[in-house]
């Protein structure tokens, strides 16, 4: 696929995406969904790739939702589709097997704050405001910020920050726990990059099984302590489980692979 809205570059074993219309605020249309897509899927499987940052270009904006350009000519079932698509393109976010971070550089509105809850962490600048503004259109929350929302933060303050369509500061972000920490804007993706470095030390085949067992909590009709019980007991298949168990016995630092034992 040609990318006309993100760019992309993988260092260090660190797949970087930055949604790239600055002049849009970095709003999300349908290539650029389908653009972000196509890189999940080609970056899923791909043993380079240890973990994936979200992005937006410039200062302002992370993403200012989504372009309201297309919602002028749909019908219910565009509607139904569009969400449909977004609802699909965030969960396998959410369920990446590696770990997501969104480096949230500005306005986090609509889609923009969608995006940013389907990621596992939440890093923003001091600028940063979040809001899912849907209802000033008409519309609600269409690509899982109804739900996402409200599990992270409370049905109460969701429906109050869905209602009111206001925007709120980082710093208020971060005492509800939408955010994992605010930093000065100039300090963002060296605080992003920490966070990496700490994450990379660790074995993958595990935080694959955490990603896993977290989530299974959210789905319906999943028990999440016996999703946890058998993502525990695939933790031995690896030979990170051997290899942390010996260097704890050892007293060194292990040297994980992140690789199935299928001796």
Same mark, same amino acid.
């Given at each position: ?5 993100i760019?992309?570059?993988?260092e260090n ?6 949604i ?12 650029t ?6 890189m ?5 499987n ?5 973990v994936?940052v ?25 509607g139904r ?10 969960a396998s976010?959410?369920?990446y097997?590696k770990p997501?971070?969104a $480096?949230v550089n500005?306005? &986090? ?6 995006l940013? !809850?389907?990621?596992? @962490?939440?890093i923003? #600048?001091?600028n940063?405001?979040?809001g899912?503004?849907e ?9 899982g910020?109804?739900?996402r ?13 869905i209602f009111?369509a ?5 710093d ?6 939408l955010?994992? $920490?605010?930093?000065?804007q &100039?300090e ?6 920490? !966070?990496?470095?700490? @994450?990379?030390?660790? #074995? ?13 909590n959210?789905?319906d ?18 030979v990170?489980?051997?290899e942390?168990?010996q260097a ?16």
């Amino acid at each position: 696929m040609n990318y006309e809205n993100i760019l992309h570059h993988t260092e260090n074993n660190v797949l970087t995406i930055t949604i790239n219309r600055p002049d849009k605020l970095n709003a999300l249309n349908s290539a650029t969904l389908m653009e972000l897509n196509d890189m999940l899927v080609k970056s899923r499987n791909n043993d380079d790739v240890h973990v994936l940052v979200i992005t937006g270009a410039g200062q302002k904006a992370f993403v200012a939702g989504a372009d309201i350009a297309e919602f002028t000519s749909l019908d219910a079932e565009g509607g139904r589709m569009l969400s449909k698509r977004g609802n699909q393109i965030f969960a396998s976010i959410e369920n990446y097997p590696k770990p997501v971070i969104a $480096a949230v550089n500005g306005f &986090a509105l609509g889609g923009g704050l969608e995006l940013a !809850l389907s990621c596992h @962490i939440r890093i923003a #600048s001091d600028n940063a405001r979040m809001g899912l503004p849907e209802v000033t259109l008409g519309l609600i929350p269409g690509y899982g910020g109804t739900q996402r929302l409200s599990q992270m933060i409370g049905k109460g303050k969701a429906f109050e920050m869905i209602f009111t369509a206001d925007m709120i500061k980082a710093d208020e972000a971060l005492n509800l726990g939408l955010l994992n $920490a605010v930093v000065p804007q &100039a300090e963002l993706m060296n605080k992003v990059a920490e !966070l990496v470095e700490k @994450i990379k030390s660790k #074995s993958r085949v595990a935080i694959s099984h955490v990603i896993a067992a977290v989530n299974a909590n959210y789905k319906d009709g999943v028990n999440g302590f016996e999703a946890e019980i058998e993502e525990f007991g695939k933790c031995f298949e690896s030979v990170d489980a051997k290899e942390g168990a010996q260097a704890f016995i050892e007293k060194r630092k292990a040297n994980f692979v992140g690789t199935v034992d299928k001796a």
